[in-house]
């Protein structure tokens, strides 16, 4: 008898530790939601003063579309995401945000968060970059105006250059 109980200690051990682990991972999440943001890339590409960049704002190779908001912000659209083409009419369902407002935006959802990131990393600690806070859409107004695409997106520059 003792044999076997020689044998089952480690067995022990070895649930008690997976168990502690399941447990303080469940204790662990966090209700962490993404704020969705949409950016009028129209209104970017039509105001765009800066001659050496205005010609290349969108750029297209076969497995990604990068958006260049005039040098102040560039978003990347995969080709595994699922754009979608729609009627000008469902434009007003969107509110746009501007890249200047990025900041005040990142603020408010530190400040939203705060006991989350505190429950998760035991500090407000704040994000690596703005793709684990924010859901990014891109729109993009039809040359016929007619329609419009929304594209989700990721921040490649996280950086954001403001003037």
Request: glycine share 4%; charged share 30%; hydrophobic share 40%.
């Given at each position: 008898m003792a044999f076997i109980n020689i044998k089952m200690e480690p067995?022990?051990?070895?649930?008690?530790i997976v168990l502690f682990i399941l447990i303080t991972n469940c204790n662990a999440q966090t209700n962490l939601s993404k704020d969705t943001l949409y950016f009028n890339y129209s209104n970017y590409k039509n105001n765009c003063t800066n001659h050496l960049i205005k010609d290349n704002l969108k750029l297209t190779n076969s497995n990604t579309i990068q958006f260049n908001f005039c040098?102040?912000?560039?978003?990347?659209?995969?080709?595994?995401?699922?754009?979608?083409?729609?009627?000008?009419?469902?434009?007003?369902?969107?509110?746009?945000t501007s890249l200047e407002k990025i900041r005040v935006l990142e603020k408010k959802w530190l400040n939203?968060?705060?006991?989350?990131?505190?429950?998760?990393?035991?500090f407000p600690y704040p994000p690596q970059n703005k793709?684990?806070?924010?859901?990014?859409?891109?729109?993009?107004?039809?040359?016929?105006?007619?329609?419009?695409?929304?594209?989700?997106?990721?921040?490649?520059?996280?950086?954001?250059?403001?003037?």
């Open positions: 067995m022990n051990a070895l649930i008690k040098g102040n912000g560039i978003f990347i659209f995969k080709n595994e995401f699922i754009s979608d083409t729609l009627s000008i009419d469902k434009l007003k369902k969107y509110s746009f939203k968060n705060e006991e989350e990131l505190i429950k998760k990393y035991g793709n684990s806070i924010f859901e990014n859409y891109v729109i993009e107004i039809l040359k016929d105006e007619d329609s419009f695409v929304i594209y989700p997106v990721v921040w490649k520059n996280i950086n954001i250059k403001m003037k």
